[in-house]
């Protein structure tokens, strides 16, 4: 399989100089998940994070980040957002609580296709429920309608996996998404997230210091 990323030399360095990550290398292929393994401190997080550039300001990053044969550290801020979320998706840790608490699930969901492909507001709802109904067969309707604080915590990871992957991502950078999750709604995310990667046929790169998850949801495990 040809590599979709490739990732060399790579140094980080934050503000004060602390450099959690030096000389890492990593490749993925298209199609391929991959987990990376890492005690807490490793760097795992930063290492998903300098993908799609989301560290905080002043912070160094330097090696070699290609994705489907463009370097992305020398991409300008404009090209990054157009990558965010279209090309290369990200899912936060305690990924329940990135969804805001006073918007309803529709709403939530169209806005991210709403950045990615302009459409009128009937096509868009259509493009909406389209998507919550892969991840909510017998109920869809009543997910759209609804707000964050009216589901389960179940409920509320599956309307995540639909919001973050609505764009048909190539990449999906998930870091560590169960370590809040008791151990029956973390085995219901890692299927969904297994079966959808096996589905769709993106790329998929899990960090975790659970050695038992990596194994679970990849197919490949690396170590930090």
Not at 6 to 21: D, E, F, K, M
Not at 89 to 116: D, F, G, K, S
Request: net charge positive; glycine share 6%; aromatic share 4%.
């Amino acid at each position: 399989m040809a590599a979709l990323l490739q990732i060399a030399n790579l140094r980080v360095t934050y503000p004060g100089a602390v450099s959690p990550l030096a000389g890492v290398a990593l490749e993925v292929a298209a199609g391929e998940a991959v987990g990376v393994f890492g005690p807490s401190g490793a760097g795992k997080s930063t290492l998903l994070r300098s993908i799609p550039r989301l560290l905080p300001a002043g912070t160094r990053i330097e090696g070699t980040i290609r994705f489907d044969g463009m370097e992305l550290l020398d991409q300008p801020e404009s090209a990054m957002r157009r990558l965010r979320g279209r090309r290369v998706a990200y899912i936060p840790q305690a990924p329940a609580e990135a969804l805001n608490p006073v918007l309803p699930v529709e709403t939530q969901v169209a806005e991210v296709l709403r950045v990615h492909f302009p459409m009128a507001r009937t096509a868009l709802r259509a493009a909406v429920m389209e998507r919550l109904v892969r991840y909510f067969p017998e109920n869809a309707a009543r997910i759209a309608r609804a707000y964050p604080h009216e589901l389960s915590g179940g409920e509320r990871q599956r309307v995540v996996i639909c919001q973050v992957l609505c764009a048909s991502p190539s990449l999906l950078l998930a870091d560590e998404p169960t370590s809040a999750l008791d151990s029956v709604a973390q085995l219901d995310f890692l299927r969904l997230l297994r079966q959808t990667q096996e589905q769709t046929g993106m790329s998929l790169i899990f960090v975790s210091h659970d050695r038992a998850v990596l194994r679970f949801v990849t197919t490949r495990q690396v170590s930090l």
